[in-house]
């Protein structure tokens, strides 16, 4: 087995495009209260390789893979598209959100094994692992 077809690191996801969260409504927003899946209707596996990030069940067409130089920038924030009120109220309901130059995807909001009752994500540790595997392409 090759070791870049070994994940090394993988986890369910839900997600949604910065184009997708700008055309939620009202009534979305309200329902999100309830669910954030009204809002995030991409739902996955995320894995991340040596060589490439793979967002599987990204479309109809397949999964989405990103290289290093295919995300400009991985954090986890708060935005206007999806802010405090919606994402709860604790930091641990910060999107991880990835800048990509992909131009079906874009800037990307993901929450990594979300918990619903509890609104917590795994966001800040996938943020770590994304951003030290784009810092390795340096050394």
């Given at each position: 087995?090759?070791t870049?077809?070994?994940?090394?690191?993988?986890?369910?996801?839900?997600a949604a495009t910065?184009?997708?969260?700008?055309?939620?409504?009202?009534?979305d927003?309200?329902a999100?209260g309830?669910?954030?899946k009204?809002?995030?209707?991409?739902?996955g596996?995320i894995?991340l390789?040596p060589?490439?990030l793979?967002?599987?069940d990204?479309?109809?067409?397949?999964?989405?893979t990103?290289?290093r130089t295919d995300?400009?920038?991985?954090q986890t924030?708060?935005?206007?598209l999806?802010?405090?009120?919606?994402?709860?109220?604790?930091?641990?309901?910060k999107?991880?959100?990835l800048?990509?130059t992909n131009?079906?995807?874009g800037e990307?909001?993901?929450?990594?094994?979300?918990?619903?009752?509890?609104?917590?994500?795994?966001?800040?540790k996938w943020?770590?692992r994304?951003?030290d595997w784009?810092?390795?392409?340096l050394r």
């Amino acid at each position: 087995m090759n070791t870049d077809d070994t994940p090394l690191a993988e986890a369910g996801y839900i997600a949604a495009t910065a184009d997708e969260l700008a055309r939620t409504t009202g009534a979305d927003k309200a329902a999100a209260g309830v669910s954030q899946k009204v809002l995030f209707r991409r739902r996955g596996r995320i894995a991340l390789y040596p060589d490439r990030l793979v967002l599987t069940d990204w479309s109809d067409t397949g999964d989405l893979t990103l290289t290093r130089t295919d995300i400009t920038a991985a954090q986890t924030r708060f935005t206007k598209l999806y802010g405090r009120f919606i994402g709860g109220l604790l930091n641990a309901g910060k999107p991880l959100i990835l800048t990509t130059t992909n131009p079906f995807a874009g800037e990307i909001y993901l929450l990594i094994n979300r918990h619903e009752f509890m609104e917590t994500t795994d966001d800040r540790k996938w943020e770590k692992r994304i951003n030290d595997w784009r810092a390795s392409q340096l050394r």
